[in-house]
């Protein structure tokens, strides 16, 4: 079985920080593109983050370039997304998904796999 189990959310102050981590299974990890998303209520679920499979290419969303940084470990089968400079409208569930292509993508039809989702509530 293919699994994402996620990790790390929780509740922080604005101008703080948060890292989320995201251990796979069941899957050759390496074989993946991974990303992470989030979906705030009543909002559509929008891209974050992007990790080529080997670690060398990063895409980001503009709302978190220069905050947010994606990592990779594929010996310990892990991504992770540090999030600095927290901001209140960063406040959503984060999700962390799987997608067997070469090129990190932004749409998520194109993930295959996801993690159950963590809670990041940054109060103002």
């Known amino acids: 079985q293919v699994q994402l189990v996620e990790s790390g959310g929780g509740l922080a102050q604005a101008g703080g920080s948060l890292r989320l981590s995201c251990a796979a299974s069941g899957c050759t990890f390496s074989s993946y593109v991974m990303g992470w998303f989030r979906q705030a209520p009543g909002q559509e679920r929008e891209f974050v983050a992007a990790?080529?499979?080997?670690?060398?290419?990063?895409d980001y969303a503009n709302s978190v370039k220069g905050r947010f940084t994606i990592s990779r470990d594929n010996a310990k089968n892990t991504v992770s997304l540090q999030m600095n400079s927290l901001k209140s409208e960063d406040t959503a569930v984060y999700y962390c998904?799987?997608?067997?292509?070469?090129?990190?993508?932004?749409?998520?039809?194109?993930?295959?796999?996801w993690g159950q989702g963590t809670q990041v509530t940054v109060s103002s």
């Open positions: 998904a799987a997608d067997a292509t070469v090129v990190p993508g932004r749409s998520y039809l194109t993930y295959d796999l």
């Open positions: 990790i080529s499979r080997g670690g060398g290419v990063k």
